[in-house]
């Protein structure tokens, strides 16, 4: 008997409760600039995205300008392959080729890259 009334106070109570309460809620924190910002998801392959794969582990969150559930997301940052710094995407903070650099990483590291590159971290002025 009691058997029967367990199982089906689970399958009642459970599901449209949870939702509310447990949303978890991460920041993402640039190192640099100090951006703070909820994120949704860190990783290469979000399950919700469908059109491209990310490169690297990003930080992501919905594009706020779209109506939801899109798969528009906006990428929020990454960590830095040197130093594993966590940067925004602000051409301040972070420097990408062939992976995030924060903009300090990129000017200390300037020799490994090509000369179009070089020109162009060389206009990055570091605040
Ligand atoms: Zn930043
Ligand atoms: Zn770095």
């Not at 058997?3 to 106070?9: L, P």
């Not at 130093?83 to 602000?90: A, I, L």
């Given at each position: 008997?009691s058997?029967?009334?367990?199982?089906?106070?689970i399958?009642?109570?459970k599901p449209?409760?949870?939702?509310?309460?447990?949303v978890?809620i991460k920041y993402?924190?640039?190192?640099?600039?100090?951006?703070?910002?909820?994120f949704?998801?860190?990783?290469v392959?979000?399950?919700?995205?469908?059109?491209?794969k990310?490169?690297e582990?990003?930080?992501?969150v919905?594009?706020p300008?779209?109506p939801p559930k899109q798969?528009e997301?906006?990428?929020l940052?990454a960590h830095?392959?040197k130093?594993?710094?966590?940067?925004?995407?602000?051409p301040?903070?972070?420097?990408?080729?062939?992976?995030?650099?924060?903009?300090?990483?990129?000017?200390?590291?300037m020799k490994?890259f090509?000369?179009?590159?070089?020109?162009k971290?060389n206009?990055?002025?570091i605040?």
């Open positions: 008997m058997y029967f009334i367990n199982e089906e106070s399958k009642t109570e449209e409760k949870k939702r509310e309460n447990e978890d993402f924190h640039c190192a640099l600039c100090g951006l703070h910002e909820k949704e998801y860190f990783g392959d979000p399950p919700f995205v469908k059109k491209y990310l490169l582990d990003t930080y992501l919905e594009d300008f779209l798969g997301m906006l990428q940052g830095c392959t130093c594993k710094k966590c940067v925004c995407k602000d301040s903070c972070s420097f990408y080729y062939e992976g995030t650099y924060c903009i300090i990483c990129a000017k200390e590291n490994m090509p000369d179009v590159v070089k020109d971290l206009k990055i002025m605040n």
